[in-house]
Nanobody
């Protein structure tokens, strides 16, 4: 099973990007999925998560109201729509699938990580 993140790039503050994370494997629909990010010199932090049916979403406070996580199980893809981007959103963004149990906000609860995609927001 592999995760492939894409959609990163460079934008000015206030702009938008949509990240995608495509997963191979037949059991994509059975996994809750999350997005994390890591800026240089900082720890990896939770951004957003979505349950396997897509009915429940979770967001960190810094992105709440600006970012939207969604998924298309038929396409085996999870998305992160990022609006009103700020320079502090600059980071490498990672998608991951979550194990059963554990908190949605804890990166230790996730066991399968994509390679990351760079997002750079300039002021």
């Amino acid at each position: 099973v592999q995760l492939q993140a894409s959609g990163g790039g460079s934008v000015q503050a206030g702009g938008s990007l949509r990240l995608s994370c495509a997963r191979s494997g037949r059991t994509f629909s059975m996994y809750d999925m999350g997005w994390f990010r890591q800026a240089p010199g900082k720890e990896r932090e939770f951004v957003a998560a979505v349950t396997w049916r897509g009915g429940t979403t979770f967001y960190s406070d810094p992105v709440k109201g600006r970012f939207t996580i969604s998924r298309d199980n038929a396409k085996m893809t999870v998305y992160l729509q990022m609006n009103s981007l700020r320079p502090e959103d600059t980071a490498v963004y990672y998608c991951a699938s979550k194990r059963n149990g554990g908190g949605y906000y804890d990166f230790l609860s996730y066991d399968n990580w994509g390679q990351g995609t760079q997002v750079t927001v300039s002021s």
